[in-house]
Nanobody, 120 residues
Framework: HVQLVESGGGSVEAGGSLSLSCAAS????????MAWFRQAPGKEREGVAA???????TYTYAVKDRFTISKDNVKNTLYLEMNNLELEDTAMYFC???????????????WGQGTQVTVS
């Protein structure tokens, strides 16, 4: 199993920045792809950004050029740097991991509990 714990959410004004972290533990060597998803009230969970084992990133169009996904393989930690935040970015953000290259598909096996991001 893999355990994921997110941190770094909070409240920020539109145009501001926030950074999220996701610490992975357990059988991490099996992880091939990690991703950030978000879910706003009344909306479906959507993929925001993903990164594979060799560090190749994928972004949904809405956050491209504003968000940056990265990972530290030594610390087993995933990051999401969010800049120029918009009201529409308000959501619960989840970290996800899987042994397959799922990119922004939603059927990841492992999920964190989520961290709230509120933009006002």
């Amino acid at each position: 199993h893999v355990q994921l714990v997110e941190s770094g959410g909070g409240s920020v004004e539109a145009g501001g920045s926030l950074s999220l972290s996701c610490a992975a533990s357990g059988i991490t060597y099996r992880i091939y792809c990690m991703a950030w998803f978000r879910q706003a009230p009344g909306k479906e969970r959507e993929g925001v950004a993903a990164i594979d084992r060799i560090g190749y990133p994928t972004y949904t169009y809405a956050v491209k050029d504003r968000f940056t996904i990265s990972k530290d393989n030594v610390k087993n930690t995933l990051y999401l740097e969010m800049n120029n935040l918009e009201l529409e970015d308000t959501a619960m953000y989840f970290c996800a991991a899987d042994s397959f290259d799922l990119q922004l598909a939603r059927h990841y096996k492992y999920w964190g509990q989520g961290t709230q991001v509120t933009v006002s």
